[in-house]
């Protein structure tokens, strides 16, 4: 059984920079034709996809949130983070990590709240 587990801060200041990362057990993160997605959901809001790091480290991002985002993985520690620059309150969100099975994500974290405030 795959969990995922999300970490990190759960209140920032705008300008600055929210870093989360997601712990992956039960499965490698290396493992062939997987990718590990992260997503938010604003207060009252859908669900937005962020990006995604493949099982070779390749990554793809949210053309809207391209120019904020990071991802990168820690394959010794089979976790895997997100970086977004910049906050503003609008970026005050429940923050997932989930496992992408082509086309879909069928592991999913709990999530975390994470809010932009001063």
């Known amino acids: 059984q795959v969990q995922l587990q999300e970490s990190g801060p759960g209140l920032v200041k705008p300008s600055q920079t929210l870093s989360l990362t997601c712990t992956v057990s039960g499965g490698s993160i290396t493992t062939s034709y997987y990718a590990w997605s992260w997503i938010r959901q604003p207060p009252g809001k859908g669900l937005e996809w962020m990006g995604v790091?493949?099982?070779?480290?390749?990554?793809y991002y949210s053309p809207s949130l391209k120019s904020r985002t990071s991802i990168s993985r820690d394959t010794s520690k089979n976790q895997f983070s997100l970086q977004l620059s910049s906050v503003t309150p609008e970026d005050t969100a429940v923050y997932y990590c989930?496992?992408?099975?082509?086309?879909?994500?069928?592991?999913w974290g709990k999530g975390t709240l994470v809010t932009v405030s001063s």
């Open positions: 989930a496992r992408v099975r082509s086309p879909s994500m069928d592991y």
């Open positions: 790091i493949a099982y070779d480290g390749s990554t």
